[in-house]
């Protein structure tokens, strides 16, 4: 795969190997206002 094929489809990569987090984090509004900042994951990836 080409690297422009990998960075337009990363997305569908990530959202099924963290499927169950991600469904947590976009259930609501309100998640993000109650969430702390130990429960925040931060992913930088640099190509």
Do not use: P
Request: glycine share 2%.
């Amino acid at each position: 795969s080409s690297r422009l094929h990998f960075i337009g489809t990363w997305r569908n990569r990530y959202r099924k190997r963290f499927c169950q987090s991600s469904l947590r984090a976009h259930d609501s509004s309100k998640s993000r206002e109650q969430t702390s900042s130990k429960d925040r994951t931060v992913i930088h990836i640099d190509m």
